[in-house]
């Protein structure tokens, strides 16, 4: 069975992206473009990726990707995405593309089956990975800490989960980010 993993980057006051869904405050920190050995290490255990509509569409204009889509694969390889969204989204040409409505228990079995034996990377953002929280689905945490705040954005996780869930099971500093990784109970599949 595969575990689902909500592995992701926060400014030091708790946000996701800015209130205009970029990322770039994030590419602004000095290790922030990621693609380290860790991270690379990471994305073998990956077998499939989800990610939300405003993340998704990030992507998308940040890359130019619906104009140049042999950019995707530098993104995530070929693994299965699902891209969770109540509307209808532009696909790249050539990826492997699977768009979602509805409850992520619904789409649990399909995300499995795509993962296999590889686990499930819950790529953003936040209220997406407090679905499958609340789902019972998450299995683990991994928010690495910018060297940077923003006066207001997309929290985090817009979630309560508390400390009775989460078990901090490592801290380590990678460049100028702290890297915090929590186990999460209550997963029942």
Do not use: C
């Amino acid at each position: 069975m595969p575990r689902v993993i909500f592995y992701t980057a926060t400014t030091l006051n708790g946000f996701l992206a800015d209130d205009a869904d970029s990322l770039d405050w994030l590419f602004a920190a000095p290790g922030g473009e990621g693609g380290d050995a860790d991270f690379r290490a990471f994305l073998e255990r990956i077998g499939v990726l989800v990610q939300g509509s405003s993340t998704y569409e990030w992507v998308l204009e940040h890359d130019d990707l619906i104009a140049h889509p042999e950019k995707w694969p530098g993104h995530y390889g070929r693994r299965p995405t699902f891209v969770f969204s109540g509307r209808e989204l532009p696909a790249v040409e050539g990826a492997d593309l699977r768009f979602v409505r509805g409850d992520v228990r619904d789409a649990w079995p399909a995300i499995a089956e795509g993962a296999g034996e590889r686990d499930v990377w819950v790529v953003g953002g936040g209220d997406l990975a407090g679905q499958f929280a609340d789902a019972g689905l998450l299995d683990e945490i991994v928010v690495s800490i910018a060297p940077a705040t923003l006066p207001s954005g997309k929290p985090l996780l817009p979630r309560r989960i508390g400390a009775d869930r989460l078990t901090l099971t490592s801290v380590r500093q990678t460049g100028a980010f702290a890297e915090l990784t929590y186990a999460v109970t209550g997963a029942v599949r």
